[in-house]
């Protein structure tokens, strides 16, 4: 009777436990979100960029980063430029348009037009789709989505956003730096 009571003491001690454990946050087990430098942010698809290049007629104007990560401008066709820094795109450009033999000394400036937009989701009043503006922080992104609910875990938020090429999720605070197509969410609170 008495290695009964044992066992099921053991049990229910185990089963209490992992109900806790349940309940820890969301982001238990994650690391911090690397920082980014918000100067050197990565071209990806779905960015928009304005392309200027006075010496090349017709080849001014906006153009969009296709999913393979590619530009099309006239003459030069095909540039890859995912994963570039706006400057690092100017060059590869250059490059095109010095390879190809259609320019000797290639000037080429890119701006941002229109940059992925960021998504937040989970206990904010109007969780959805929201455009990048450069200096943006979560808490910011929070505010523009009506504030939390009264579910939200204020101490608890998720970033999944691109980082080299590949997705990354860590944990963020409100003054974590939003980049273009990051991911927000925002965690229930248990208790």
Do not use: H
């Not at 099921?8 to 001690?13: D, K, P």
């Not at 994963?83 to 060059?91: Q, V, Y």
């Amino acid at each position: 009777m008495l290695k009964m009571l044992k066992c099921l003491l053991t049990a229910a001690v185990l089963a209490g436990s992992s109900m806790v454990a349940g309940c820890a946050s969301g982001t238990s087990g994650l690391s911090a979100i690397p920082a980014t430098d918000t100067a050197e942010f990565r071209l990806e698809p779905g960015d928009k960029i304005k392309v200027q290049i006075p010496d090349l007629v017709g080849a001014d104007g906006e153009y969009s980063v296709d999913q393979s990560g590619i530009i099309s401008l006239p003459l030069v066709e095909e540039v890859k430029i995912s994963g570039l820094t706006l400057r690092e795109a100017e060059r590869a450009v250059e490059k095109s348009l010095l390879d190809k033999r259609i320019l000797v000394r290639p000037n080429v400036t890119i701006q941002a037009a229109s940059l992925r937009p960021i998504y937040i989701l989970g206990e904010v009043g109007k969780p959805g789709q929201y455009e990048y503006r450069e200096g943006l922080t979560v808490f910011s992104i929070i505010s523009l989505a009506g504030g939390y609910t009264y579910r939200a875990d204020t101490m608890s938020m998720v970033i999944t956003r691109t980082v080299n090429g590949r997705k990354v999720t860590g944990k963020a605070s409100e003054n974590t730096i939003v980049m273009p197509g990051d991911q927000i969410r925002i965690v229930e609170k248990w208790f």
